[in-house]
């Protein structure tokens, strides 16, 4: 997880802000273009909602200007609707941008940052956390991901 990609709080006032937001801080975290991040993500954002629930939101895409996969991490304040089936809106929100070519570490990618934000435990500590390191610290104990 790239510093430089983690939004300790982020205020907006709709899923289309955060996603830009939040694809401008992995841009700049990893020296790509943020227009093609945010694009992929709205598109995919708009054939289904990436709400999962307990106010975790998991937006991401496929991306063409990207050769690995790629990560950005943000606590909203106030959480904002990402269309989950319980209906709660998100206050955490994992974006994940993966190489369009290599769909098998897109889904790996996928599958480890939902195993970490279904766990309580791990919801506690990073709404709990003070800043960047320590969420930061919390993302990277919990499943070290190499994004």
Request: a positive charge.
């Amino acid at each position: 997880m790239l510093p430089g990609a983690v939004l300790p709080r982020l205020s907006a006032s709709g899923k289309r802000q955060v996603l830009q937001a939040m694809a401008e801080a992995l841009a700049g975290a990893a020296g790509v273009d943020s227009r093609a991040i945010f694009d992929a993500v709205l598109l995919r954002e708009r054939l289904a909602g990436t709400g999962m629930g307990e106010g975790v939101a998991i937006p991401h895409a496929r991306v063409e200007t990207i050769s690995r996969p790629i990560a950005a991490f943000a606590r909203l304040d106030p959480p904002i609707d990402f269309d989950a089936l319980d209906g709660r809106p998100a206050d955490l929100v994992f974006m994940l941008a993966a190489p369009a070519d290599r769909g098998g570490d897109h889904l790996k990618a996928l599958a480890r940052a939902s195993r970490v934000l279904r766990r309580p435990e791990s919801r506690a500590r990073l709404r709990a956390a003070r800043g960047v390191d320590e969420i930061v610290l919390v993302l990277c104990e919990a499943a070290p991901l190499s994004v």
